[in-house]
């Protein structure tokens, strides 16, 4: 009884002493990680002494200022008071500067900086590592693997494509407004839009936009983007393992098995087509094979296929930036038009005369319609697809006006406060065409609704 009792009380004192050790062992790494996180806030704070920036909380940064749905409003505001560039601190020890002036843009898009990691990376597990993700000599090889897809020869006969895809819209509009005067669009052109690059870069036959499949794979690009912005802006959401075990993780997690599945079903269609021998013998036949064909028949350096991860990441890639953003941009484009009647008109004109008694606008017709184009590009100014884009600086920087930065630092190119930049742009919130007209004098890197550079 005694040895018992003896044998279990030098077992608590065992388990209470390493208790002690492990307790004192995680204090320790806090410490350290704690100390890590101020040097490193320290040394941001020296880089960035050169660019003013309003009050930012120690441990928040800016997040208060930056709510929800008001953070463009707070990139204007930013624009107007503090030139050219102005850091935000997202929390203690993560800042980026935010640039919205046509010299920085061009300085640092001329570079070839990676994109910010810590943000596209939260990207991967839903599009992988693309042309959009990847870096380097990888990047290289697949950019030039999947030039030949975007030839003029290939791009012409899409224009029909694109014109079908439309009918197909049109016509669902003209039902829908029978029975409803208001119509939200965004939908429709998303489905318009992901019509047409099923049909030019994945092979498509027929229409998807009455599918019930696109409808959902649409809704999960939805859910996707939106939750995508929400782990952005959380600071516990940006560990994988926390974010998996959150609600949010777990849909997001859904979403992107959705998103996969649909386009594992594309890729499989299209290899099963292949196998047919009139198809095979058909597309050997043509001088410039199809975005998802050129996937299908590349081969490595080893002589295998590209594998399997690789292709799906690309259509993964190029199914959401081939339908979504033009989606976006094309709904903007309408909704500028509906808000100005007047320059609406003139459009309608300019076209209606270009076609005469033709039904559907030609390659031919693109470079011919300038005032339609002119408003076009006003509307990508106002609203651009994509509002910013991030750099992590691989070398240090310096600026036209002498300011500099070192490396390591990352930089957010704001697009949407590049074009409203008063200094760029006079009263940027007036719908003005004439800024494109023909003859005007605008700077290289002063209108970037695509972005601009090697990437």
Known sequence: MGVSALSASGLLGRSSGLLQVVSLLCLVLLLLKAAQ???????????????????????????????????????????????????RWLWGSRATLVVYDPDYMKVILGRSDPKSQ???????????????????????????????????????PYVGLMADSVRVMLDKWEELISQDSHLEIFEHVSLMTLDTIMKCAFSQKGSVQTDRNSQSYIQAIADIKELFYSRLRNFFYQNDIIYRLTPEG??????????????????????????????????????????LDILLFARMKNGSSLPDKDVRAE??????????????????????????????????EEIQGLLGHGDSITWGHLDQMPYTTMCIKEALRLYPPVPGIGRDLSKPVTFPDGRCLPRGIQVSLSIYGLHHNPKVWPNPEVFDPSRFAPDSNTHSHAFLPFSGGSR
């Open 118 to 156: 810590d943000a596209y990376r939260l990207l991967a597990p839903w599009i992988g590592y693309g042309l959009l993700l990847l870096d380097g000599q990888t990047w290289l090889q697949h950019r030039r693997m999947l030039t030949p897809a975007f030839h003029y020869d290939i791009l012409k």
């Open 37 to 87: 996180l101020y040097l490193h806030r320290q040394w941001l704070l020296r880089a960035l002494q050169q660019f003013p920036s309003p009050p930012s909380h120690w441990l928040l940064g800016h997040s208060r200022e930056f709510q929800k749905d008001e953070e463009l409003l707070q990139i204007q505001k930013w624009v107007e008071k503090f030139p050219s560039a102005c850091p």
């Open 315 to 348: 259509v993964d890639t190029f199914m959401f930036e081939g339908h979504d953003t033009t989606a976006s941009g094309i709904s903007w484009i309408l909704y500028t038009l509906a808000a100005h009647p007047e320059h609406q008109q003139r459009c309608r």
């Open 250 to 291: 777990r849909r997001s997690h859904r979403a992107c098995q959705f998103a996969h599945q649909h386009t594992d079903q594309v890729i499989k269609k299209r290899k099963v087509h292949l196998l047919e021998d009139e198809e095979l013998e058909k597309v050997k036949r043509k001088r410039h094979l199809d975005f």
